[in-house]
């Protein structure tokens, strides 16, 4: 009986095997039919079967492809780049400008870009009628739109290099008629600056640009005027007053740093531009050597203790560089070239005016150089040479004339003003320095 049961077991296993076998069978010749049938390889060519293919059939349309591509080209030679154009600009304004500038006819055709929306991007192209009158636009004014000038480029690389030098040309020449206004208030309109120089005549000022006019107004700009005299007499002006602030009024350039140098040591003096010009003209000996005098000041109209003065050539710069500033009560005005510190005394008369310096200390507020000329008045006549007083006023440095007579301030009482008793001690610490 389990002999039995076991054969009948492996003969059902058996069967069941074939029965797959042959449905497997069946789906793979089902899948060929239904399959579409492989695309063959290329053969790649060899020496034999290299003479049989034949050459491409080129397109039909290929003259009139390269025809238009040199077309392009040749009108891009052409072209003109119109850029930081305003929305009243107008295709008849650009044709009219560089009709009357260049020759009739000039402009064949100006394109504007535009969105998808219709709105206008702020540039367009002008398509000219040669290369030759290209490049003669390229060296004219550009156009101008309510009196600000549109900005044109070359669309090809000869063209942007001719572009480029014109520019370059353009404002060298402008910048002989261009002042720099600083330190402008917010409120300031281009009416303030045409009232000021209105003493000019009619037509000085050609244009005014501010830089960040609007929310972003960054306080300074810049004013052309017809020609480079008319810019020297507002230079010799004083500055506009606008909201009771005075602006900063320089030259443009590298030529305002050309003859120029700058002064310091103005603070709490009664310096004024027309002292130090009064000064160097009759120290030069030359009647109006000095071009410009300005002393900066802030806001509230206090002068800063700085400022610059230029003269008429660099011969009558060098010689002023090589005098001796003016004083102003005890102090004496520093001048600096740009770029260049002042000159330092030699060691040898630093050493010397130490040697006759004393140091008055703890000066009250309302002390004067002439309560120290009277206290050292019995020394003999006039036997201080200089004094130099600290921004505070509380520290002195008195010089004497001689040696001989420090040591007998020195053995003298101190000075006494207002029941203050000053002190009095020689200038060690000068000494160690040195």
Request: proline fraction near 6%.
């Amino acid at each position: 009986i389990f002999f039995r049961f076991s054969a009948q077991t492996m003969g059902l296993k058996l069967k069941s095997k074939l029965k797959n076998k042959n449905q497997k069978k069946e789906k793979k010749v089902d899948n060929e039919v239904d399959e579409p049938p492989k695309k063959r390889k290329k053969e790649m060519p060899t020496k034999d079967n290299k003479e049989k293919q034949e050459p491409p059939t080129p397109p039909s349309n290929k003259g009139n492809w390269i025809e238009a591509v040199e077309r392009r080209k040749e009108e891009k030679e052409r072209s003109l780049f119109l850029r930081k154009c305003p929305e009243s600009i107008t295709a008849q304004l650009v044709e009219e400008h560089y009709n009357r500038v260049v020759g009739p006819g000039t402009v064949q055709k100006v394109t504007w870009a535009t969105s998808h929306d219709g709105k206008f991007k702020g540039y367009g192209f002008a398509l000219l009628a040669s290369l030759d009158l290209c490049r003669q636009a390229l060296r004219a004014d550009p156009p101008k739109v309510n009196g600000q000038a549109i900005a044109v480029y070359g669309c090809s690389k000869n063209t942007q290099e001719i572009a480029a030098k014109a520019v370059n040309e353009r404002k060298g020449s402008k910048q002989d008629n261009c002042l720099f206004m600083g330190k402008c208030p917010d409120s300031i309109t281009n009416d303030d600056l045409y009232q000021h120089y209105g003493a000019l005549g009619e037509g000085a000022i050609v244009n005014v640009i501010w830089i960040g006019k609007g929310d972003s107004f960054k306080g300074y700009g810049f004013v052309y005027f017809k020609d480079a005299d008319t810019k020297f007499q507002a230079l010799m002006m004083p500055p506009p007053q606008v909201a009771g602030r005075t602006l900063d009024v320089k030259e443009t350039g590298k030529k305002r740093t050309e003859f120029e140098l700058f002064m310091g040591g103005l603070h709490g003096t009664d310096a004024s531009a027309d002292l130090i010009e009064d000064y160097y003209n009759t120290q030069l000996g030359v009647a109006r050597a000095v071009s410009n005098c300005r002393i900066f000041t802030n806001n509230s109209g206090e002068s800063r203790g700085c400022g610059y003065i230029s003269f008429k050539s660099k011969e009558l710069m060098e010689k002023a560089w090589n005098l001796d500033p003016p004083y102003f009560g005890p102090f004496q005005m520093k001048l600096e070239r740009p770029g260049q510190a002042a000159p330092k005394k030699s060691e040898e008369k630093s050493n010397a005016n130490i040697e006759k310096e004393i140091i008055v200390r703890f000066c009250p507020a309302l002390m004067t150089d002439d309560d120290l000329h009277q206290h050292y008045a019995s020394l003999g006549k006039d036997p201080i040479a200089k004094i130099q007083w600290t921004k505070k006023r509380d520290i002195a440095f008195v010089q004497f004339k001689s040696p001989r007579l420090k040591e007998e301030a020195l053995a003298m009482s101190p000075p006494m003003v207002d029941f203050n008793l000053c002190k009095v001690e020689a200038n060690y610490r000068r000494e160690q320095k040195q």
